[in-house]
């Protein structure tokens, strides 16, 4: 994902005048797990159908104009590379960092399934 392009596009946005803040969030492959293993590579299966529903809840809270995913998935990925990129675009800081927080949460539990292989 282009973050620059899309942020001229949420800006030619029908509601552009109401954004005042854009948050992006990139997610990257850790050389470790959680609980301290050197990990070797991730296997990522996205569930489409979860994610534009995760997508159009997120666009419906308070304050928020654009919603944008993009995750790698359906592939095996390692250690610094990308998993996903995530746009939020709405009024103000507080509604923005909320549905940022909510929408990852929400993206890992209900689309993203990951398998973490180890050296």
Do not use: C, W
């Amino acid at each position: 994902m282009n973050i620059d392009a899309k942020i001229k596009e949420i800006q030619k946005h029908p509601e552009g005048e109401r954004v005042g803040m854009i948050l992006t969030h990139t997610g990257i492959v850790r050389g470790y797990s959680k609980s301290g293993r050197k990990v070797s590579s991730i296997e990522m299966r996205v569930d489409e159908k979860n994610l534009d529903g995760v997508i159009q809840k997120h666009e419906q809270m308070q304050g928020i104009v654009e919603v944008l995913v993009e995750i790698t998935g359906h592939t095996r990925l390692f250690p610094g590379e990308r998993i996903m990129t995530v746009v939020v675009a709405g009024d103000i800081r507080e509604n923005v960092l909320a549905a940022m927080a909510s929408l990852i949460d929400a993206v890992k539990e209900e689309v993203t399934h990951k398998t973490e292989h180890f050296v």
